[in-house]
């Protein structure tokens, strides 16, 4: 049975070196993350090494709006259940692989253990031994002979070895420093909101980036966006497709905040 442990733990190191990083195999990246999209938004190339951050698993819209205020906008993520230890020197190596500036590692969560058992199967033999003697009568007298015979049987020996393994969710997202144009994130206008301004068109600036022209302009989360240069904002989309055509330019916002109408001249980043 010791030689069976030993063979059990050589195979189980074997396999766990074999297998690919849980981090790299379960890599998404995010909705329209393209190499040519990525180093397109980006402020500066990727560092060396990028920087790591950690945190408790929690919402993931959450977490995005977080980094985004931060100015960073999430590339892609890794989240998967696992049976063995993942280190974090893997989520760093997928890190720089997909030229992220951050990667926020999420702590290992316990999801339970699973219990079974292995077969493990040795050849055995066992050997027999036999000696014979015989004596032969003539008329010149009697001879008497000697002799040894050996016996080999082949055959197999299966043993059941016990296996506990534990699992834990593990998860990784990852990062770019982003080029804003303006800096700020939209949503459309709710039912209730259309009913208040007696309109459809408009949006709601949900989410401000530090350090950008949105942010320098003093633009607050809840303003409501009417118009853009004298054009009615139809919706979020619109507005997003507008700021991008007008980029290094300055654009006129008029916007609704507290029952008040105020106007905003900001001038885009290129």
Known sequence: ???????????????????????????????????????????????????????????????????????????????????????????????????????????????????????????????????????????RGSATAYGTGTTTTYGTTTNYVPMTIHRSDYGAVFFIK??????????DLSDLERQELQTNKGVVVRLIADGTPAFNADLLVGDKLLSIDGLPIQNSEWLMSYLQDRRGSSVALKLLRHGQYLEKTIALNP
């Open 1 to 139: 049975m010791k030689n069976t442990y030993g063979l059990l733990a050589l195979l189980a190191t074997l396999f766990l070196s074999g297998c690919a990083s849980g981090y790299k195999q379960f890599y998404r990246p995010a909705q329209g993350a393209t190499a040519e999209a990525i180093a397109r938004l980006r402020v500066a190339p990727p560092p060396d090494s990028p920087i790591v951050e950690r945190a408790q698993p929690t919402e993931a819209q959450v977490v995005i709006d977080a980094y985004a205020k931060r100015g960073y906008v999430m590339i892609g993520n890794s989240m998967f259940n696992s049976g063995r230890p993942e280190s974090e020197g893997s989520a760093i190596s997928q890190a720089k692989e997909v030229g992220a500036d951050l990667v926020l590692i999420l702590s290992p969560k316990y999801t339970g253990s699973i219990t079974s058992s292995i077969p493990i199967t040795t050849p055995t033999t066992s050997t027999s031994y036999s000696t014979a003697t015989a004596t032969a009568y003539g008329a």
């Open 178 to 187: 982003q080029k804003f144009r303006l800096g700020a994130f939209f949503r």
